[in-house]
């Protein structure tokens, strides 16, 4: 029996170009061990770690004449040392050449022979640390069920138990006479589910159980959206070029926590009013009108927990994620008006309040982030092909463990996601909270958004305002 991808991940799959390919990403900051951190000891890592994610061993074949969505298959000439590789940066090494670095490997293409991921532990850098950066296609992360590779190989401790030896025998691949076979039969029994997997439209892109279900949960989803009309024109809307820029901005946990304090709301709320208030300084600095009534409107997809069930009356695991259209109020001056404004509408949104914080991420094994920023991106990714523009940029959220965890035995210090960039978005924002710090992962445009070094300073200038409202 073939296993064949599911109807999102063929879309992704089929659906990227060169300009917004469907890459989710990662960027760790460790602190290198004593003896330091060797490629050999983080290979060695990741094959043991490769059966929580079969994905990772496998590729992409395609049917003949796209009879039926394409096929997951072993690769029998599966090379761990063809994913993970070995780079430097001129030591001592900055940041800013390590974010040049990243921008660069995140415009590469994948061979689409081989297994959609790579991994790179980057050396070179200033103070002790080295770099993992983990590129993987949006197709291989689907939940919990699928995570990323990101997910597994973090660990709570530095000397985690052993693993059991990993004795793996690639299955036999299907010739290509199997594979018409199999997709005739397919017509033949579900004939609907066919053509509406041969189709490229928006009813493919399929983030739950299935087709059908699906189509319930995101026909609502999308009534809502379209509901509330096309999202306002700003200079983050345009077409999209090969080239990126990549930053990154943090901030304490416990300021954000000050502020949640001080007005009651969620630290979700407080981020997403960091975030305004920076684009508002932007916007401003770019001499943009900023009517008092002008809005952003954000993809901001919402982790939310077990107990929830979505439209269609289907239980969502841990690792669901839900889509969550909100306008940021650019246009307020005031920095307290704007974090209650954003406040209400997450307070009146449809989606339970039980998300996935980070207590519940505690009981997760490995390090959830980067699986469920991937989740993000393919709610978002849903939504971008309707037509028409239904937002401007997407703002992914992930809560993590907070206390000190490792990879390959390495202290992780920082983490952050690089969200991919969508068709006529040029702008994408990834934060994740770990250990006591949010970290701000932005990706961008290198064409429309020259100036996007300037996002740590105004995201730090936004928060700032608000720590001082809260005095």
Request: glycine letters at 6%; aromatic letters at 6%; one cysteine or more.
């Amino acid at each position: 029996m073939v296993n064949r991808l599911s109807a999102s991940d063929a879309t992704f799959y089929r659906l990227e170009n060169t300009t917004t390919p469907m890459y989710v990403q990662s960027l760790y900051i460790l602190r290198s061990p004593r003896g330091g951190l060797s490629y050999e000891r983080l290979l060695e890592t990741v094959e043991q770690r490769l059966p929580q994610t079969p994905r990772y061993r496998q590729k992409i074949r395609e049917v003949t004449m796209s009879l039926a969505r394409p096929v997951w298959v072993d690769d029998h000439d599966f090379d761990v040392t063809y994913h993970v590789r070995h780079l430097a940066v001129p030591s001592p090494g900055s940041d800013r050449q390590l974010h040049e670095l990243i921008a660069q490997l995140g415009q590469q293409p994948f061979d689409r022979h081989r297994p959609l991921w790579e991994m790179y532990l980057i050396e070179g850098l200033a103070d002790h640390r080295v770099a993992l950066y983990i590129k993987s296609h949006q197709a291989l992360i689907n939940g919990m069920a699928a995570p990323a590779i990101g997910h597994v190989i973090v660990d709570r401790t530095q000397r985690p138990p052993a693993f059991d030896e990993d004795i793996w025998v690639p299955r036999r691949e299907p010739g290509t006479a199997e594979l018409v076979l199999g997709a005739v039969g397919d017509w033949v029994t579900t004939p609907r589910t066919q053509l509406r997997a041969v189709g490229s439209n928006i009813a493919e892109m399929a983030i739950g159980s299935g087709p059908l279900a699906w189509v319930g949960r995101q026909a609502v989803d999308a009534a809502r959206a379209i509901a509330r009309g096309t999202a306002p024109h700003t200079p983050m809307n345009t077409q999209v070029s090969q080239n990126r820029l990549f930053t990154v901005a943090h901030g304490a946990l416990d300021d954000y926590r000050a502020v949640r304090a001080r007005y009651d709301c969620d630290i979700n709320d407080v981020v997403l009013a960091v975030i305004t208030g920076a684009l508002r300084n932007w916007l401003l600095s770019r001499g943009e009108p900023v009517a008092s009534t002008r809005t952003v409107r954000a993809m901001a997809p919402l982790s939310v927990g077990p107990d929830h069930h979505d439209n269609a009356g289907q239980s969502q695991p841990i690792g669901a994620v839900a889509p969550f259209l909100v306008d940021l109020p650019v246009g307020e001056p005031n920095p307290v008006i704007r974090l209650s404004q954003i406040a209400y509408a997450t307070e009146s949104h449809p989606t339970p309040t039980d998300r996935v914080d980070a207590r519940t991420i505690l009981t997760v094994s490995g390090f959830a982030p980067p699986t469920l920023h991937a989740m993000g991106v393919r709610v978002a990714t849903g939504f971008a092909g309707f037509t028409g523009r239904v937002f401007n940029l997407l703002i992914t959220n992930a809560p993590g463990a907070q206390r000190q965890l490792y990879v390959c035995g390495a202290k992780l210090l920082e983490t952050y996601s690089v969200p991919p960039l969508l068709p006529n978005k040029a702008l994408t924002i990834g934060v994740t909270s770990y250990n006591g710090t949010l970290y701000y992962g932005v990706n961008a445009d290198r064409k429309a958004m020259s100036d996007v070094a300037m996002a740590p300073a105004l995201l730090d200038e936004a928060l700032a305002e608000l720590l001082e409202a809260a005095k």
